[in-house]
């Protein structure tokens, strides 16, 4: 036993094993933070969606910036029925 923790004065070759160890751990606790804590909450981060505010659609964003004043009538008009075109109508015949 005292061959392997003395080889030739130094450390033996079973030092090269503690970095395949600790890459073990590392990667078993992150496999266990991912499966329970981190899928709980919806990641480390949240995703991309999330961060986004709530009403942030186009057409949300176009009314916004109509009522805000950024935009006249015409150019409120003219992009809104090339939105409708693209994204559709929330309700048929309803009011935008």
Do not use: H
């Not at 970095?19 to 709980?40: F, K, S």
């Not at 409708?84 to 309803?94: D, N, Y």
């Amino acid at each position: 036993m005292q061959t392997l923790a003395n080889w030739d004065g130094g450390p033996g070759p079973w030092i090269l094993f503690f970095p395949l160890i600790w890459a073990v751990v590392v990667t078993g606790a992150v496999t266990v933070l991912r499966r329970t804590l981190w899928r709980a909450r919806g990641g480390p981060w949240p995703p991309l969606d999330a961060r986004r505010p709530a009403g942030d659609s186009p057409l949300a964003v176009l009314g916004r910036r109509f009522a805000s004043g950024d935009i006249d009538e015409d150019e409120y008009w003219r992009r809104l029925s090339v939105l409708e075109e693209q994204f559709g109508r929330a309700r048929k015949g309803g009011a935008a």
